[in-house]
């Protein structure tokens, strides 16, 4: 998803205005297409952080920052959606700035370093509590490795080759 804005230092506060084409991500997220001139692109209660972004956005604005970028997790009736966001910002003025912000669903990449993690955790208790020895071997070198428990090499020399 795509979006842009304009933003304004008025009275000491940033003022927001959002061009957001057409997408089916926007589609996904909201219900509906993306408006022009809306003063907010997310919802409180739909990004559970939202105070923190905003802050960290306008920090990065008023730091003279070229962009920043963030994952969050945004919920909807429908469903639980991680995203990246990376903006670029302009300095337009001293008290006006223009966004850019591409939004990309990473759902299915935080669903598999969520599994891998798991997966991982997994192999790593069965190794470590294995009630026998596991031992990884070298078939070129004929060398051996302990991996499960330390082993006395002449234990696994004697049992293994000959």
Same mark, same amino acid.
């Given at each position: ?40 692109? &997310? ?27 963030? =994952?969050?997790? *945004? *919920? ?10 990376? *903006? =670029? ?7 006006? &700035?223009?966004?850019?912000?591409? *939004? ?15 997966? =991982? ?31 006395? =090499?002449?234990? &696994? ?6």
């Amino acid at each position: 998803m795509l979006w842009q804005a304009r933003v304004r230092r008025e009275q000491g506060r940033l003022v927001w205005r959002f061009h957001v084409p057409a997408s089916g991500l926007h589609r996904q997220l909201f219900g509906r297409d993306g408006r022009d001139d809306e003063p907010t692109l &997310w919802e409180d209660g739909v990004v559970s952080d939202l105070s923190d972004m905003n802050a960290r956005s306008a920090s990065a604005i008023l730091s003279g920052d070229p962009g920043y970028r963030h =994952e969050f997790q *945004v *919920v909807t009736e429908q469903a639980t959606l991680h995203v990246s966001e990376r *903006v =670029e910002i302009t300095r337009l003025g001293s008290d006006e &700035w223009m966004l850019v912000g591409v *939004v990309m669903d990473v759902t299915s990449r935080r669903l598999a370093e969520e599994a891998l993690r798991l997966s =991982e955790a997994r192999y790593r208790q069965l190794v470590e509590h294995s009630p026998i020895a596991i031992i990884e071997m070298d078939m070129a070198s004929m060398s051996f490795e302990g991996v499960a428990r330390r082993i006395p =090499e002449k234990t &696994w020399r004697r049992g293994c080759l000959r």
